[in-house]
């Protein structure tokens, strides 16, 4: 700890090495220190600073097959992190939680094929929030992209995600936030 770096180095993918810049494998390697002591954590970085391909290096590295990663976040950016998720990552499989109630429901429930990262918005996990109380198995990850849309406990979209299952949390946002977060 004297060094000032606290978090043991990770070998990473080769891909993930040379795709990452050094401030962003320093986040990654911070995520498997989480992980490693089963913490929650909030990345809180600059906008523009690749905090979704911080969180998707990092999924991607402990993606098994039959474990399912959720990423909750603005409507606005549900395709951006598919995109970024199949350009960069191609190794995971991804799908987008949106459509009909009943699309949205047997992509949340389903038990065979399923994909590495599901990705929704915050008023569709409101929505179907019984669904996910209700999968058998906890999501491996879940990430809340602009934790700040939870920064009020008492809100719906707070509720909605405290109560999906999950075996680790974290949030990441670009916007300041306060300790109670």
């Known amino acids: 700890a004297r060094?000032?770096?606290?978090?043991?180095?990770?070998?990473?993918?080769?891909?993930?090495?040379?795709?990452?810049r050094p401030y962003q494998t320093t986040?990654?390697?911070?995520?498997?220190?989480?992980r490693?002591?089963?913490?929650?954590?909030?990345?809180?970085?600059?906008?523009?600073l690749g905090k979704t391909i911080?969180?998707?290096?990092?999924?991607?590295?402990?993606?098994?097959d039959g474990e399912t990663s959720l990423v909750v976040c603005p409507k606005t950016l549900l395709h951006n992190w598919k995109r970024e998720a199949q350009m960069r990552f191609p190794e995971l499989s991804v799908a987008v939680v949106e459509g009909t109630a009943e699309e949205r429901k047997?992509?949340?429930?389903?038990?065979?094929?399923?994909?590495?990262?599901?990705?929704?918005s915050y008023p569709l996990a409101q929505r179907d929030i019984e669904w996910y109380k209700a999968r058998k198995k906890p999501f491996h990850y879940l990430l809340l992209d602009e934790a700040q849309s939870i920064k009020n406990p008492r809100t719906k979209n707070a509720h909605a995600?405290?109560?999906?299952?999950?075996?680790?949390?974290?949030?990441?946002?670009?916007?300041?936030l306060e300790n109670s977060v």
């Open 36 to 48: 490693r002591y089963r913490f929650g954590g909030i990345l809180a970085d600059e906008m523009g």
């Open 54 to 64: 911080q969180a998707l290096s990092h999924v991607s590295v402990h993606a098994k």
């Open 3 to 20: 060094s000032g770096k606290p978090v043991r180095r990770v070998k990473l993918p080769k891909a993930h090495r040379e795709l990452l």
């Open 161 to 176: 995600v405290k109560a999906i299952p999950a075996e680790y949390r974290l949030a990441l946002t670009g916007t300041p």
């Open 27 to 34: 986040g990654v390697e911070w995520m498997h220190f989480l």
């Open 106 to 120: 047997r992509l949340i429930v389903q038990k065979k094929s399923v994909p590495h990262l599901l990705i929704t």
